[in-house]
């Protein structure tokens, strides 16, 4: 069964595409793993896609791997953006473009949820959303002009 966190991020990629009218391209699906990624990276290698947004920056760093491997150059052939904005995503070749969340606040929010739930003696779970921000970094450009444009997705 996948995460919340993961069904969550699917659901907010397939809403924006929908919302600019991009059709959905086939979705890949990792285990959160540099490995995974890697793996999806060789198969997205093949396609003729301009844009991946990965679940999470351990399976951006495979992708990039692979598209290296494969001649793949980012971000002059294809854009990469993560999710997570670890510590070491500045330092991935390229900077990795990723979506920050602060870990901290979600930390003490879960904290204080649980505290929450003890003291008033609350059964049903909560749900209680982290704000997020795109950092912009080396792995993205504009869509080239000579490929087509379609979008992939792990």
Same mark, same amino acid.
């Given at each position: ?11 907010? =990629?397939?809403?924006?595409?929908? *919302?600019? &009218?991009?059709? $959905?391209? &086939?979705?890949?699906?990792?285990? =959160?793993?540099?490995?995974? @990624?890697?793996?999806? &990276? ?22 990039l791997r692979a598209f290296n491997?494969? &001649?793949? +150059?980012?971000? @002059? ?8 904005? #670890? ?32 003291? *008033?003696? #609350? ?6 959303? #982290? ?5 912009? +970094?080396?792995?993205?450009? $504009? ?12």
């Open positions: 069964a996948a995460s919340l966190a993961a069904e969550r991020r699917v659901s907010a =990629w397939r809403s924006a595409l929908a *919302e600019r &009218g991009i059709p $959905e391209p &086939g979705l890949l699906r990792g285990d =959160w793993s540099a490995d995974s @990624g890697y793996e999806a &990276g060789l198969r997205l290698a093949a396609s003729d896609c301009t844009a991946v947004f990965v679940a999470n920056d351990q399976m951006a760093l495979g992708v491997e494969q &001649g793949i +150059r980012v971000p @002059g052939d294809v854009s990469v953006v993560g999710f997570d904005d #670890i510590p070491d995503s500045s330092s991935f070749s390229p900077p990795l473009t990723t979506v920050h969340q602060d870990f901290a606040e979600l930390g003490r929010r879960c904290v204080d949820s649980v505290l929450r739930q003890m003291e *008033e003696n #609350i059964t049903e779970p909560g749900c209680d959303l #982290i704000p997020t921000r795109l950092v912009v +970094r080396d792995s993205t450009a $504009e869509v080239p002009k000579q490929r087509s444009r379609s979008t992939c997705r792990e």
